[in-house]
């Protein structure tokens, strides 16, 4: 089975832009989770989509949203880019988002 | 508190020991807990988890559980060079819905020297 994909892998960006990030699960996956890892704060949950519905979301503000489509691909939003948005951002599927998450390779976003 | 807690080291162990990583957590209601291993610039990828209290082996790796005293480790033994990452530790709870949160620690880094 072919793994977790994102894209595009790394993006630059400017202070007040809005980034779209895609991400493809492992398929019959039907659980997409978003996080955020930087060094200080480690890796912080974002979402949580099931079956094209959010079922969790973490302290995040409003400017991250995301959607998941009916063939479980999912894309995240950033509206408003910040300077402290620079992160790793990672896609995780599962197959009923019970803990076992497998990790896509990462979307490395820097805000200037 | 944090909802999950790791010391951050870094460890450092020579090849062939028994590297000792542990993690404390602060919701009782916690069912089950994993350990992921993250190399540098790369992806988290699981390497075991955990639900009932006590051991459970596979391979090198030994996982250990205490629920009453809300701590979680991992063993690593006969620890190689290909086992330097950062481990991050993380913890699920359902909250009594179908589909529940994890949690992670901050990750700990782990150095093995020949």
């Known amino acids: 089975k072919a793994g977790v994909t994102q894209t595009p892998r790394y993006l630059i960006k400017t202070r007040g832009q809005q980034v779209t990030l895609s991400c493809s699960p492992i398929?019959?996956?039907?659980?997409v989770s978003w996080y955020q890892q930087t060094p200080g704060q480690g890796l912080q949950f974002l979402f949580e989509?099931?079956?094209?519905?959010?079922?969790n979301k973490g302290n995040f503000p409003g400017r991250f949203s995301g959607r998941q489509f009916s063939n479980s691909r999912s894309e995240m939003n950033v509206s408003t880019l910040e300077l402290g948005d620079s992160a790793l951002y990672l896609c995780?599927?599962?197959?009923?988002?019970?803990?076992?998450?497998?990790f896509g390779p990462g979307t490395r976003l820097t805000v200037l | 508190q944090k909802e999950v807690e790791q010391n951050s080291g870094p460890l450092s162990v020579p090849e062939g020991a028994i590297a000792s990583l542990n993690c404390t957590y602060s919701?009782?209601?916690?069912?089950?807990f994993f350990w992921y291993r993250q190399y540098s610039g790369k992806s988290p990828e699981l390497i075991m988890f955990?639900?009932?209290?006590g051991d459970k082996e596979d391979g090198r790796f030994t996982a250990q559980l205490n629920k009453a005293s809300q701590y979680v480790s991992l063993l690593i033994r006969d620890s190689q060079p290909s086992d330097s990452a950062t481990y991050l530790c993380?913890?699920?709870?359902?909250?009594?819905?179908?589909?529940?949160?994890?949690?992670f620690g901050q990750g700990t880094i782990l150095t093995v020297h020949p």
């Open positions: 995780a599927s599962s197959p009923r988002g019970l803990g076992e998450q497998f």
């Open positions: 398929s019959g996956h039907r659980s």
């Open positions: 989509y099931f079956s094209e519905t959010q079922r």
């Open positions: 919701d009782r209601g916690s069912q089950s």
């Open positions: 955990i639900y009932s209290n």
């Open positions: 993380a913890v699920f709870n359902a909250g009594g819905t179908s589909y529940g949160k994890l949690t």
